[in-house]
């Protein structure tokens, strides 16, 4: 029949998988402005669930990211996986990968991209969640656990051998294998680091500015991030504040969220350069790899850093080959899950380039502080120069919430992906229907 | 309140859009193997349909192509827009174009790539149709009507200003204003060039290629491509026969539907370079700008087409800037519609590029050659080395199909876009419940 998905039910382990169950989550964090900036100035962070059920009784669970209206299309865009995961299992997660994404039918919406792609990435990083739940393992220790050969399994190379091949990969790995376990004792030891948002939505007032980026420092942030792209003069106000709270060398980026085309962003950018920025996210579109690395080129010695709407590994490749990004700025829940990820922190130590990934958001932080300890064990084995995203909000509705000490990721030991919501936030953030969107 | 969409419902007209109707249709081509290609083996043909309908009793049309499973989500997509739709007029299409690709909160579902965006797709092409039906007009004539300065109105030059500005845009509208009503004239009674897929699907055997290849040339065409890409030895032999029944010089393109990474590209076409191909047509990842630049230089003489899949302008953007490609393949249903269709014909005439749409598949030849006219009147002003693709099937569904002759697509005059498709055609193709499913 030629309306049918092309992954057809088998019995390749020992449990199957039963059962997919898919819930519209939004939080209406557009009450608060938490979350403002340039390009986003209302949003209500929104999560499209889904959990898997096994005949043997266990879960994985997953999720894509939204901030709101859609939300209710990119569940049904995980609906519409269903058939190629019931009756499967979680074993050969590469396969699994390789036939949501090569599907002949469904590669038409994306290829690879946009809400199709997104929705794979739920279903993915799902699959990991109960694959190291069966493990009874944290993703980060499961994948840095396994052996080279079995990592680059994992990975499309597809489209990437004018970059990186698999012989390139392993040599990567394998150079990474002496050390893993020291660097997995100093994971459990020390966490990773990270740096906080929460100071700098455009949202907020000057003296809620200046007392968030007091307390950042007080709590042992070693960087921060500002919001900037709507208003120079407050940019530059807002940048003088934080400089000041935060004293001369201290790293404070900024971030425009795609507002500005090329000439803009190299002027913009150049007329905050004497509070000495970081680096500057997201200064043009997601898809500008020239436009990027032109911005790149203007505003050096400021970096460029970028990634979080990056859609797949080929536009990160591109970014590597032409000089546009310094950091990149992977997303857990947006390119193709796991799987992918793993083809770009390869594609990032082949060029040297360190990772320093976009979390916030519903459940981000919890997700992808797996893939920087990931990372630092068996990819490019260096904290230099790293740090994860943390902002402060929406942790309470999961099980296991990340957690920071002295400005660090406490490494987590939980089984699982960290992606698991609290059944009551569940129930109470369903949109349209929970008690929390009822009352509107 | 917070999950409403930006734009609420007005009064700016002196009609309004009352109803939003949407149809998820299948055409089963996949038992034919109609279609088929190295990366689409078994296509088949769909449309998330939509019908705006007005409370003066006018109609718009327009749809999102897809190939099959996945259609579902495309329809959901679509019917996500409705609130951003009822209440609205059809008369000032830049403003509606924009209010549907900044919405702050659905943008995230893509930015301007994947399922949200083609969704838009649908959307503002049948907000064409109906302002063209109101206006009583051909799409391509009432576009090849408006002043420059209108034009340009219609255009979101955001991301673009590096390579071509409002300024730019309208210099070559202006240039392009003397001899309008002659090339309106000339398309009236000659139609505008097509060439033909229809012989190389990869599908067919060598006697049908042969037929087909023979049939072309009678009819009129000239030039054919031919799909290739899933076995070298297969592509040499199906050329051989291509060139043989078709004659030296006769233009042959070769379309390798994003199979190859980028060396297996250059090794690959060089090999059939005796044969001495047209063009190649995706020869890698849509998304790779740098890829395609890359094989462009190491074919050179033979040249690169690519842009079916594109997403949106900031990659046809960046493939103009790079040198990328030779030949630009818009579509009409893929990128925002006609505005930033329009974009894309501005910025291929700014870099001197001709413009060879993508067609077939559902209604892309009954759309598309709005487009072409369109240029030749208004923008390029030229037909040189331009074809619009031509497959001739599906055609029949539609209430007022494209007609060829002597290889050319006739200008069509009936008012509205053309996306129109027959209401026994809806009712019989529609998925899952229509009879031409049923019987599955």
């Known amino acids: 029949m030629s309306a049918q998905p092309y992954g057809q039910a088998e019995e390749s382990g020992s449990y199957r998988i039963v059962a997919m169950e898919t819930h519209d989550i939004r939080f209406p964090t557009s009450r608060e402005l938490d979350g403002s900036d340039a390009m986003n100035p209302d949003p209500d962070y929104s999560a499209a669930y889904v959990i898997l059920r096994t005949d043997d009784g266990a879960e994985g669970h997953g999720f894509a990211f939204t901030i709101g209206r859609g939300n209710d299309v990119q569940t049904a865009a995980i609906r519409a996986l269903e058939p190629y995961i019931i009756g499967r299992d979680a074993e050969d997660l590469g396969a ?34 109960l694959k190291a739940r069966r493990a009874g393992k944290p993703v980060w220790l499961l994948l840095a656990e396994m052996t080279p050969e079995e990592i680059v399994g994992l990975v499309d190379f597809r489209y990437l051998s004018d970059a990186i091949t698999p012989e390139d990969a392993l040599a990567i790995l394998r150079r990474a294998e002496p050390g893993r376990r020291e660097r997995i004792e100093h994971l459990k030891q020390h966490g990773y680091p990270a740096y906080t948002t929460s100071p700098g939505w455009l949202g907020y007032g000057d003296e809620k500015l200046r007392r968030l980026c007091a307390e950042a420092i007080a709590d042992g942030f070693t960087q921060i991030k500002l919001k900037v792209g ?42 905050l ?25 203007a505003i050096a010695p400021i970096k460029v850093a970028t990634g979080e709407h990056v859609q797949n590994r080929m536009i990160f490749k591109q970014m590597l080959q032409a000089g546009s990004l310094s950091y990149l700025q992977i997303d857990a829940a947006r390119v193709g899950g796991v799987n992918e990820n793993i083809a770009i922190l390869l594609l990032a130590a082949k060029f040297g380039v360190p990772v320093c990934p976009h979390a916030g958001g519903v459940g981000l932080c919890e997700l992808v502080q797996h893939l920087s300890m990931f990372d630092f064990v068996a990819v490019s084995g260096s904290m230099d120069n790293r740090v994860i995203e943390y902002v402060d909000h929406l942790h309470e509705h999961f099980a296991d919430p990340v957690e920071i000490k002295n400005g660090a990721y406490v490494a987590p030991l939980a089984p699982g992906f960290g992606a698991a919501m609290r059944p009551e936030s569940i129930a109470e953030y369903t949109f349209p229907d929970g008690p929390a969107w009822r009352s509107e």
């Open 273 to 297: 350069a004497e509070f000495d920025p970081w680096w500057v996210e997201e200064p043009t579109s997601p898809d500008d790899v020239l436009g990027h690395a032109a911005i790149a080129s």
């Open 96 to 129: 699994r990968y390789k036939e949501l994404v090569y599907d002949s039918q469904l590669r038409w919406l994306g290829p690879e991209k946009g809400v199709m792609h997104m929705a794979i990435s739920a279903v993915v990083n799902a699959l990991w969640d």
């Open 230 to 271: 709507a208003d120079l003069d407050d940019d530059i106000r807002r940048m003088r504040i934080a400089r000041e709270e935060c004293g001369p060398g201290f790293p404070i980026a900024i971030d425009a969220n795609q507002r500005w085309d090329v000439d803009t962003a190299i002027a913009w950018v150049n007329a």
